[in-house]
């Protein structure tokens, strides 16, 4: 447990964001080659470990994390120092005043800011709440021209800066578990299978650019072409009241996503999943989301990929500081490989139309 903690400690508190996922990716790849028969990068960014199974007849499953963090690009720099920035993937206007900020430049130079909150003295009780249009990062420098000469300059990128911890048990706190819950599931999965003959070709991929839409999720499915797709990703609970209708609890398993905005999980491969971790006894809640993931273009690509999305809920996700139930982490790790241990033909055949 404690190496897969560490793993976690790792992840989040790399700074990768839509567009500029380098620190995931090289982290990745770093950790992914070991056990890959070969790895592949696409144009976009994204990155694939491919292991190749001796059965020359094999099916071929890709499990989908994408590597990007909601953040920011810095788009202006004012005269008196304070950068301006439009979001990448999205905030909630009333969770980033006063929060920590990295700034991290083209040459990977990182710079500490905070976005401005105006003292309570210099407000009244009619004060509207701050748009993020409104809003700026300041670095503590006194001019534009002091920014300029630190390097740091339009189109470079921000990130939430935080500390990670761990909480409790089985709880950890940090930035970005979504989808680095993704990123450190790929690379438990491909090491902890280094020495298991499957019957599938088993490819594990990262991609880029999930929080601005999808964007290198369908570059993974063209490449690919997968006759599985597990995407795994992490979604927003909903179990502060402590109600036991919540969707979204921490401790009650990995989630069986059963409709979102951008897919709805077909039945055939959703009682597959169900009865695997029913044989196996593994913990599963049953989830729905207004939102989206990289499964929604993926199941579309080509003349369709069965696809379902394994995932896990956090507490707080897009904000500084999100929670994860470590518990949940390895219901959703279990499920995927015994999932893996059953592709066969026959398996792919019973999923498809």
């Known amino acids: 447990m404690e190496k897969t903690i560490n793993i976690f400690k790792e992840l989040t508190t790399l700074d990768s964001t839509s567009g500029f996922e ?7 790849i770093s950790n992914l080659s070991p056990y890959a028969d070969e790895i592949k990068r696409d144009n976009l960014g994204g990155v694939y470990a491919i292991r190749k199974s001796k059965n020359v007849n094999a099916k071929t499953v890709m499990i989908a994390a994408h590597m990007d963090e909601v953040g920011f690009i810095i788009t202006k720099i004012m005269p008196n120092g304070f950068l301006k920035f439009e979001p990448l993937g999205g905030f909630r206007d009333d969770v980033l005043l006063a929060q920590k900020i990295t700034v991290t430049t083209i040459e990977g130079k990182k710079f500490v800011g905070v976005i401005p909150s105006i003292a309570k003295h210099f407000t009244d009780g009619n004060s509207k709440n701050i748009k993020i249009s409104d809003m700026s990062i300041d670095v503590g420098a006194s001019s534009e021209e002091e920014v300029r000469s630190w390097g740091i ?7 939430p800066k935080t500390e990670f ?10 930035k970005a578990f979504d989808n680095r819950y993704g990123c ?3 690379t438990e999965l491909f090491e902890e299978l280094k020495n298991e003959e499957l019957d599938c070709n088993l490819v594990v991929c990262a991609t880029v650019q999930e929080e601005v839409g999808l964007r290198g999720a369908e570059i993974a499915a063209n490449l690919i072409n997968p006759d599985l797709c597990l995407v ?19 401790g009650d398993g990995f989630l069986v996503r059963l409709i979102d905005r951008t897919m709805v999980l077909r039945a055939n491969l959703r ?12 913990k599963y809640q049953y989830f729905t989301s207004p939102g ?6 993926i199941h579309k690509a080509g003349i369709g990929i069965p696809t379902a999305v394994i995932g896990i809920c956090g507490r707080y996700i897009h904000t500084h500081n999100s929670i994860i139930d470590l518990r949940d982490y390895l219901s959703a790790k279990d499920i995927i490989k015994n999932i893996l241990r059953k592709v066969d033909n026959n398996f792919i055949n019973n999923i498809r139309l």
Do not use: F, Q, W
Request: hydrophobic share 35%.
């Open 153 to 159: 300059n339009e189109g470079d990128y921000a990130t």
């Open 165 to 174: 911890e761990k909480l409790g048990e089985h709880r950890l706190m940090s």
């Open 232 to 250: 795994v990703d992490c979604s927003p609970a909903n179990d502060i009241d402590g109600g036991s209708k919540s969707n979204g609890r921490l």
């Open 22 to 28: 380098n620190e995931v990716a090289n982290y990745l």
């Open 184 to 186: 450190a599931i790929i």
């Open 271 to 282: 009682e597959e999943i169900i009865s695997i971790a029913k044989e196996n006894n593994i």
């Open 292 to 297: 989206g993931t990289d499964a929604g273009a």
